[in-house]
């Protein structure tokens, strides 16, 4: 079974058995909504993957909606976390920009291959996925807006072209399934060709 939100060792001594039961049943729906799709999935199919009864899984979600909603909000926090912490200071230079740069698209990478159920669901399948893609990328303009007021890149550069150019580029990969190496590699290029273009170099 191909699960969701999986739970280390540590952070499951921790848990109760109530908790446990919540992650595991969110898991197995959002494997579920994956395959499926919501229409098509039904809390007896959720139940009879996870091994409980459909009282069980009405006590943690009032219906298939309100998990399939708290997937999908859990998905989108995510990513807003990452492009908010992705915000560049304004004394990087060099180097170092372009690592923080990398890093920042790596994170974004990682999150969208670190559960392929939740990122179907949340980035292709719901209906609020475009809506949440127009935010992200409005949340990656700010981003630039602020850095090319810190003098970190050229003026004339559209913020919200580059957050759709960003975006797009991220989509498009993700839909590979990049393995985590591929994914270092992919962070790479994609911070070369965003800082430095295809234009040879002089010289």
């Not at 079974?1 to 999986?6: D, R």
């Not at 993957?49 to 399939?68: E, H, L, N």
């Not at 170092?96 to 670190?114: D, M, T, Y």
């Given at each position: 079974?191909?699960?969701?939100?999986?739970?280390?060792?540590?952070?499951?001594?921790?848990?109760?058995?109530?908790?446990?039961?919540?992650?595991?049943?969110?898991?197995?729906?959002?494997?579920?909504?994956?395959?499926?799709?919501?229409?098509?999935?039904?809390?007896?199919?959720?139940?009879?993957?996870?091994?409980?009864?459909q009282p069980v899984f009405y006590q943690y979600f009032a219906s298939k909606q309100a998990a399939y909603d708290e997937?999908?909000?859990?998905?989108?926090?995510?990513?807003?976390?990452?492009?908010?912490?992705?915000?560049?200071?304004?004394?990087?230079?060099?180097?170092?920009?372009?690592?923080?740069?990398?890093?920042?698209?790596?994170?974004?990478?990682?999150?969208?291959?670190?559960?392929?159920?939740?990122?179907?669901?949340?980035?292709?399948?719901?209906?609020?996925?475009?809506?949440?893609?127009?935010?992200?990328?409005?949340?990656?303009?700010?981003n630039v807006r602020a850095e090319q007021q810190a003098g970190l890149f050229r003026p004339e550069i559209s913020p919200?072209?580059?957050?759709?150019?960003?975006?797009?580029?991220?989509?498009?990969?993700?839909?590979?399934?990049?393995?985590?190496?591929?994914?270092?590699?992919?962070?790479?290029?994609?911070?070369?060709?965003?800082?430095?273009?295809m234009r040879r170099r002089p010289g």
């Amino acid at each position: 079974m191909n699960t969701a939100l999986p739970i280390s060792a540590s952070q499951d001594k921790r848990l109760t058995k109530g908790e446990r039961t919540r992650l595991l049943l969110l898991a197995v729906a959002a494997a579920e909504f994956a395959e499926r799709g919501f229409q098509y999935t039904r809390v007896s199919d959720i139940v009879a993957r996870a091994g409980v009864t459909q009282p069980v899984f009405y006590q943690y979600f009032a219906s298939k909606q309100a998990a399939y909603d708290e997937l999908v909000g859990l998905f989108a926090q995510r990513l807003r976390q990452a492009i908010s912490q992705a915000r560049l200071p304004g004394d990087l230079q060099g180097a170092e920009l372009a690592a923080r740069i990398r890093q920042g698209v790596g994170s974004l990478l990682a999150i969208l291959q670190e559960d392929p159920n939740l990122t179907r669901i949340g980035f292709f399948q719901a209906d609020a996925a475009e809506a949440l893609k127009d935010e992200l990328v409005a949340m990656i303009a700010d981003n630039v807006r602020a850095e090319q007021q810190a003098g970190l890149f050229r003026p004339e550069i559209s913020p919200e072209w580059f957050g759709q150019s960003l975006m797009g580029i991220i989509e498009r990969f993700t839909r590979q399934s990049p393995d985590a190496a591929r994914q270092q590699a992919l962070a790479e290029f994609i911070t070369d060709l965003l800082l430095d273009g295809m234009r040879r170099r002089p010289g």
